[in-house]
């Protein structure tokens, strides 16, 4: 089909954010026939690391890294409420493809070469910069982008806001210094979050609107993935040898438990994107009190 389309950027409710603050994005609720593309609501900003230590960069897939909380509202009824959600979406996005990630410049997919200059790190390369490297760092410079990219709005086709009587809000809680910047001195790990605009692409077209408020009026279902951190385990690789773990989900449907392995860093020490495997040789599943209900002798190595 044949419509107008365009991609909106417009001052978001403020224009700076600190560590650990609260960011609340109220999706658009737009004029009448326009409807929002799928997957393209985003915040657009510049990351200010002015105040700490001159040779601070920022951590790889930094947009991932600053969001530490997701909460998904639709008028006062909670969707969706992940903390750690950065820890979730990093580990996501190591399975998009090389070129995939070679388009995430805006969301900080980079060399760290790419990313100290960038940063403007004291200690960036200053020789044998490609020009590849030059053409990135003039394009984009301190400039990032958090896709709200969550499945109600990326998974069921246009969205009109005109034809529903409640807000969606996205509320992001940003993650401290300490996970997002990189550096030797711990006392002098700062960031900011400054020029913040909310970026989204609309088409204008009655055909479209007209047929996504019939689907909501005869009533619409948005299924997603709602990801809860249940707990966090701490263990020592080499003397714990055995860990039990409970998991009383209160849902009526689980579609997965995902364990994720992650070794602890000093502050300004993160590599965001290194997860490890710690050899895992048995898995025992009980469900309500029946042991090894997915495999009669356990999940052994070769089934993993």
Known sequence: MQAERAVKRITFSRTEANPRDTLYVYVPKLNA??????GSLALVFDIDLSGGHANNFLVQNVTRALVDRLHVKFGGTTLHDTVGYDIYKIFEDLFLSQEERDNRILEGIQSEDICKTRSGSGDKKTAGVSKSEKTINEVYGSKYRIRLDHQI?????????????????????????EHVVRGSDTTKLKYKLT??????????????????????????????????????????????????????????????????????????????????????????????????????????????
């Open 195 to 304: 020029n913040i605009q909310l970026e989204y692409d609309m088409i204008r077209s009655k055909t479209l609107a007209d047929e996504a408020h019939s689907v909501y009026t005869s009533g619409k279902e948005f299924a997603y993935d709602h990801v809860m951190r249940s707990q966090v385990v701490t263990f020592k690789k080499d003397t714990d040898t055995r860990k039990n773990i409970k998991i009383d989900a209160q849902k009526r449907s689980l579609k997965a438990l995902l364990l994720l392995f992650i070794e602890p860093y000093t502050n300004g020490a993160r590599d965001s994107e290194k997860y490890i495997f710690p050899d895992l040789t048995k898995v025992s599943v009980t469900i309500n009190g029946s042991p090894n209900m997915i495999y009669n002798n356990g999940v052994e190595g070769k089934h993993m």
């Open 33 to 38: 026939n326009e409807v929002l593309v799928p």
């Open 153 to 177: 709005l990326t998974d069921h086709g246009v969205f009109y806001p005109q034809a529903l009587y409640k807000d969606l809000t996205f509320e992001i809680t940003l993650a401290g210094a």
